[in-house]
């Protein structure tokens, strides 16, 4: 058993507590996959480009939000980028990749009109600054995932 | 008074059992571009987006913030319904109230699901509240199950008869490319040899899990008049709901008790002057989870008396070439993405009504069809379209 | 629309439980107590249509007025009305496996007149009928109880 039931001490209350435990499995789909797969099999990380505004999207994605047509234009957006914004998390919460303190930015590449969220990485937190130039870093045993991107590190 | 609301495009997906083609707000995207191209608009022509979708089902939490630009609602107003299997339903009611109270004269409406990835079975049993204690866990197949058997013991209605409604289904679905179950069943032993899933169903006697969306487009009076001969009208639209575990979870098992079905058909023929509904309305589709079920919805919209169900599936009324047609799309047996079911069933009708299902049409001439939704516990949505008001 | 075979398609599983607690509230807590201290099935009546609400809730849904506090206790016999087995293993999301109780599951009408789903004893459908006569066997140490409904392990066939 692994529900548990707590009665209130001063009330006719219980407090029940339980799980909810399914399983999901979700799909990168076409676009989304083969954006994986650039980093998984060539670390190369790509985005797609919209023919009407010209935006680049990453992560790759198949429709531009303005513009509302297929972007099929596939553009290497490289490893280096500046970041936007950044936020460190010192309490651990049960959804959490690593344990705290753990920290997150939004990076946009060079060549992207969009920022992407990751990890970041060897770096004192008290060392961060929007606007530095990060890079990433590819995990060695890459699997499809977006954590074959290890994390972004400040860029040499 | 409220304006008046018509259908003027009609788009879904082809449905199946997985699509890791494509991720959820892409599969949706297929279904809105269908209806835009149908409605021959751009997506800069839509004023709001109302969604409906189940996000338990596939824990894919907010769906709709997900998919803003695969359905052309960046910048635009909008809502997501969630009430259960009925949400495909509402989000028809939603667009219909903000349409016809003039607020936009341009709207989409979107119903979706993607089962490939999560549980649905798990997430209804997940659904239940704690108040039963864990692992009365059968989802909503056991509830249609205990429901099959009742409606066996009180209606005389033998297997035979259900296996006859699910090769009508087969037979609509056959003929319908978007249909998920396109079986070419040809007999009732072939049904009757699928294994029990949840006793007295059997495999083929329920529901799958599938794949899909379906988008539609509202408009005012004065657009669709102006868009399109060929608009469908939204005549009236009632929802009825029932408070939890009054009786049974869909339905009452006892036949003491009222069922939303009941109170919704009845009202809404009461106030559209239908006194003879096979007579009145010329179609029929319905959330039917089962063909059980199919038979004991028959006599809750009041298409026949009590008991008398399956006789009309026995007459062949309920066929596609017969007197009163009921799910000549194959209905929700053969295709079945919840979120988008209720309102597949609207754009089926819409279709019949507009003359444009294709391979399964209906023989008979379609002015009046009625699409309905069931979801738990126990409520009822009924949608009423016309070809001229 | 048509998928282009040839392209790997990826996918990301993700199985986390998502934990929860919840609350029964002051009416449910009620029978929740009762159940867990004497082993018995309460629930309160509706102050204007007196019919017994069931579960125990605040409001009277029907007559739209406040429940308030007319308790009853209720027999915990019953009689079978609707019934099913699982002959097809599905995911319980409670324990996160397959459902591994053989039970069958059934809609019973207790004798006060609620109806209830819960589990039949009874494992073989050769023996199983609409209309027999059931009573509800509770879990015997206290300290198991505290779960409601789910202190009873399951309804037991009874002769009268």
Not at chain 2, 99 to 113: C, Q, R, S, Y
Request: contains cysteine; proline residues 5%.
């Amino acid at each position: 058993m692994t529900d548990r039931v707590e009665k209130l001490r001063d009330l006719d209350v219980f407090i029940y507590h339980g799980k909810v435990d399914i399983p999901d499995t979700y799909s990168a789909g076409t676009v989304g996959s083969r954006f994986l797969i650039e980093i998984r099999d060539n670390k190369r990380i790509m985005g797609t480009r919209c023919p009407a505004c010209k935006r680049v999207y990453v992560p790759a994605r198949s429709v531009c939000k303005d513009c509302f047509g297929r972007m099929d234009e596939w553009v290497e957006v490289g490893d280096k980028g500046t970041l936007l914004t950044y936020t460190v998390v010192h309490v651990p919460t049960s959804v959490q990749l690593k344990e705290p303190p753990v920290a997150y930015g939004i990076v946009q590449l060079d060549g992207a009109d969009t920022g992407l969220v990751h990890l970041l990485g060897e770096v004192d937190p008290d060392q961060l600054q929007v606007g530095m130039k990060m890079q990433a870093v590819f995990a060695e045993e890459r699997v499809g995932s977006i954590l074959d991107i290890k994390y972004f590190k400040p860029a040499a | 008074m409220a304006n008046r609301v018509a259908i003027v495009g009609v788009g879904q997906t082809y449905h199946r059992s997985t699509r890791r083609d494509v991720n959820q707000q892409e599969m949706v995207g297929e279904a809105v571009r269908a209806a835009l191209a149908d409605a021959q608009l751009s997506a800069k022509d839509i004023e709001a987006v109302f969604t409906s979708n189940m996000e338990t089902f596939e824990g894919i939490y907010l769906p709709d913030h997900l998919m803003v630009d695969e359905v052309a609602a960046f910048g635009k107003p909008g809502l997501k319904v969630c009430t259960g299997g009925t949400s495909g339903a509402s989000v028809v009611a939603e667009g219909f109230h903000f349409v016809a109270a003039g607020l936009f004269d341009l709207a989409l409406v979107i119903g979706f699901e993607k089962q490939d990835t999560g549980d649905t079975t798990a997430a209804i049993t997940a659904s239940v509240t704690p108040v039963w204690g864990k692992g009365v866990a059968t989802g909503a197949i056991g509830e249609f199950a205990k429901q099959a058997l009742t409606y066996m013991q009180r209606s005389g209605a033998k297997e035979e008869h259900a296996c006859m409604v699910r090769l009508k289904a087969d037979r609509g679905a056959c003929r319908n490319p978007y249909a998920h179950l396109r079986l070419g069943l040809k007999s009732v032993e072939e049904i009757m040899k699928s294994g029990y899933l949840v006793w007295p169903l059997r495999l083929l006697d329920f529901c799958p899990q599938s794949c899909g969306a379906c988008a539609l487009v509202f408009a005012s009076e004065e657009k669709a008049r102006k868009m399109t001969n060929k608009p469908v009208w939204i005549a009236d639209l009632i929802t009825v709901h029932q408070e939890p575990f009054r009786a049974g979870s869909f339905g009452d098992p006892t036949g003491l008790e009222t069922y939303t079905q009941e109170v919704a058909a009845e009202k809404l023929y009461k106030r559209n002057g239908i006194t003879n509904p096979r007579r009145d309305i010329c179609m029929a589709e319905i959330y039917e989870p089962s063909n059980w079920e199919e038979m004991s919805l028959y006599e809750h919209f009041h298409f026949c008396e009590k008991n008398e169900g399956w006789k009309l599936v026995e007459k062949g009324i309920t066929e596609i070439e017969g007197e009163f047609p009921v799910n000549p799309s194959g209905g929700v047996i053969a295709t079945n993405p919840i979120g988008a079911t209720p309102t597949i069933r609207v754009a089926e009708a819409a279709l019949q009504i507009r003359g444009d299902a294709g391979e399964h049409q209906v023989t008979r001439d379609v002015h009046t069809a009625v699409a309905t939704a069931l979801g738990g516990p126990n409520w009822t949505v009924m949608t009423l379209l016309k070809r001229s008001l | 629309m048509t998928e282009k075979p040839g392209q790997e398609l990826l996918t990301v599983e993700i199985a986390r439980p998502r934990p929860y607690r919840w609350s029964t509230g002051k009416y449910l807590g009620r029978l929740y107590k009762e159940a867990m201290e004497n082993k018995r099935l309460v629930t309160n009546r509706c102050p204007k249509c007196k019919e017994l609400l069931w579960p125990p809730q605040a409001v009277c849904g029907r007559c739209k007025v406040e429940a308030g506090e007319d308790w009853v206790a209720m027999s915990d016999k019953g009689t079978v009305i609707q019934y099913t087995y699982l002959v097809f293993p599905l995911w319980d999301p409670h324990y996160g496996e397959k459902l591994a109780n053989p039970h069958p599951t059934a809609t019973i009408k207790l004798d006060g007149g609620v109806y209830m789903v819960h589990f039949l004893e009874e494992k073989d459908p050769q023996k199983l009928k609409e209309g027999m006569r059931v009573q509800a066997v509770w879990k015997e140490k206290q300290e198991e109880r505290g779960r409601g409904l789910g202190d009873i392990l399951y309804f037991r066939t009874i002769e009268e």
